[in-house]
């Protein structure tokens, strides 16, 4: 097991420093100069513009532009914001917390109610609440999350006044608070992977209730439940950890859209704001840190299948 960790462990840092350089390279694609952005209408003479440009290390060659920032990167030196002039590293402080609290609380929704979902169609296969729910599930899916946060902002916030349409609050601010602005956000990032998790555990189930050890397990006498969920849902757990792990940075690169719909500070929509204004660092920071969360979580979706399937770890 220790050979099969590390080696994902190695793969994830060679993951890890491609993402790093395709993203410094295509930062340099955005159409745009960061220069003109940071002076805005401001009128600035042809000296002030190459004095700022080699302030910020501009005019360094690219490859020492990028070994200078992801040295600084990993000793926990993310450059300073063109937009905000404050450490990068303070923003992602300030800002993540409130993506990851959304996430994860849509994510644990998501994986219950969608493994609940999808068990329960499963075994009332051709039955009217399995096509209900099959129906509901492949309709949700389709939607967009832009589409449905406008739709749900419409409904609730400008139509019945029952929720605010923007903000957010921590729970230590008010529960009550809290709840009213978290709702709507934690709906939109939830029901599309409510959705696909349920259809991917009916799938699952399906190709395992028609396995020989499941007709063994009943003519055993075991209880229904134990035979659905000890032998029936841990064999289908490996492709359906796997989509669950996908669904993280689905998540994640959803956020940007929702919070910039219903006005979230969080790093969904620092990204948002720093594409806008051509903000190098702030840019390189969020998608590097997205994607090293992601990457950990692909290796935690990698080392689980060791322990859910040990014909894994030993192959």
């Known amino acids: 097991m220790k ?9 994830m840092f060679v993951v890890l420093f491609l993402v790093s350089v395709f993203c410094f390279s295509l930062v340099r694609f955005i159409p745009g100069d960061p220069i003109k ?13 190459q004095e700022l440009r080699s302030e910020l290390g501009l005019d360094k060659p690219y490859v020492e532009q990028y070994f200078i920032w992801i040295v600084k990167f990993c000793q926990g030196d993310f450059g300073v914001s063109y937009t905000f002039n404050r450490p990068v590293r303070d923003l992602i402080i300030q800002r993540a917390p409130i993506t990851l609290y959304l996430t994860t609380i849509s994510l644990l929704i998501s994986i219950a109610l969608g493994i ?11 039955k009217p609440s399995d096509t209900i729910i099959t129906l509901l599930a492949n309709t949700t899916h389709c939607v967009p999350n832009f589409w449905l946060a406008l739709l749900l902002v419409f409904l609730f916030s400008v139509s019945l006044g029952w929720l605010p349409s923007y903000g957010f609050a921590w729970p230590s601010e008010g529960i009550l608070i809290s709840f009213k602005t978290c709702l709507l956000p934690i709906i939109c990032f939830s029901l599309g992977p409510i959705a696909g998790i349920t259809r991917q555990t009916r799938s699952c189930m399906l190709e395992v209730i028609r396995q020989d050890y499941m007709r063994t397990a009943k003519a055993k006498g075991l209880k229904r439940n134990t035979v659905i969920f000890q032998h029936g849902l841990r064999n289908a757990l490996i492709p359906l950890i796997t989509f669950m792990g996908m669904y993280v940075s689905t998540l994640l690169g959803g956020s940007a859209i929702i919070e910039q719909v219903f006005s979230i500070p969080g790093m969904g929509s620092l990204l948002m704001t720093s594409v806008s204004a051509r903000d190098f660092p702030v840019i390189q920071a969020c998608v590097l840190l997205m994607a090293t969360f992601s990457i950990v979580i692909n290796l935690i979706v990698d080392i689980l299948y060791g322990y859910i399937d040990p014909r894994i770890r030993l192959s």
């Not at 050979?3 to 994902?8: F, Q, V």
């Open 37 to 49: 952005a940071i002076f805005g209408e401001v009128q600035y003479t042809e000296e002030e513009y």
């Open 3 to 11: 050979k099969y960790i590390i080696k994902r462990i190695w793969q």
């Open 116 to 126: 609940c979902a999808g068990v329960f169609t499963a075994v009332k296969r051709g």
